[in-house]
């Protein structure tokens, strides 16, 4: 993803309404990425990969997306 597309996704997500489906899909654009650079900074073994396969595994995508991202344990 470029970084043109990521500043109109991130410009179309600010004028998203709050509570509105659109902008909890955007948000769904960066989860990993930001829970990544998150645990990343707590723990330098951690990849990207590794942030990816939590996310995918059954008990995670039944989470919300305000959850903690400190919950990922790896």
């Known amino acids: 993803m470029s970084n043109k597309q990521r500043i109109s996704i991130l410009k179309s997500f600010q004028k998203a309404p709050a509570k509105g489906?659109?902008?909890r899909e955007y948000f769904g654009v960066f989860g990993k990425r930001m829970a990544y650079?998150?645990?990343k900074?707590?723990?330098s073994e951690v990849t990207l990969s590794m942030v990816e396969k939590a996310f995918?595994?059954?008990d995670v995508k039944n989470l919300p997306y305000r959850?903690?991202?400190g919950v990922?344990?790896?």
């Open 21 to 23: 489906k659109l902008r």
């Open 37 to 39: 650079r998150t645990t």
């Open 41 to 43: 900074t707590e723990n």
């Open 56 to 58: 995918d595994s059954s």
């Open 67 to 69: 959850t903690n991202v």
């Open 72 to 74: 990922l344990i790896f």
